[in-house]
């Protein structure tokens, strides 16, 4: 199982980013997958998940209405798309495979992970 986080990158506040997860080894259609984040200093804080059909998607309180979970699974990717971007959104994003379908984890495979930052 590999999964491979890309689009990170320095933007301002206010700006946009769209993360990708690039996912393989594993049949990527019959798993739900995850986005979570770790802030400098901080713990790990989950982001979002979506199911394995991308029919249902789910976002935590302060992501709301600013980021899109969403999935190709032709493409077997993963995406992130983010939106009027604060500087407490700075972070590493990891997209993690979610066995259990629950959404909030555990989970079993963790990505290296894409350093966003929002600064000025």
């Known amino acids: 199982v590999q999964l491979v986080e890309s689009g990170g990158g320095l933007v301002q506040p206010g700006g946009s980013l769209r993360l990708s997860c690039a996912a393989s080894?594993?049949?990527?259609?019959?798993?739900?997958m995850s986005w979570v984040r770790q802030a400098p200093g901080k713990g790990l804080e989950w982001v979002s998940a979506?199911?394995?059909?991308?029919?249902?998607?789910y976002y935590a309180e302060s992501m709301k209405g600013r980021f899109t979970i969403s999935r190709d699974n032709a493409k077997n990717t993963l995406y992130l798309q983010m939106n009027s971007l604060k500087s407490e959104d700075t972070a590493v994003y990891y997209c993690?495979?979610?066995?259990?379908?629950?959404?909030?984890?555990?989970?079993?495979?963790w990505g290296q992970g894409t350093q966003v930052t929002v600064s000025s």
């Open positions: 993690a495979k979610d066995p259990t379908g629950l959404g909030v984890g555990p989970y079993d495979y």
């Open positions: 979506i199911s394995w059909n991308g029919g249902s998607t």
């Open positions: 080894g594993f049949t990527f259609d019959d798993y739900a």
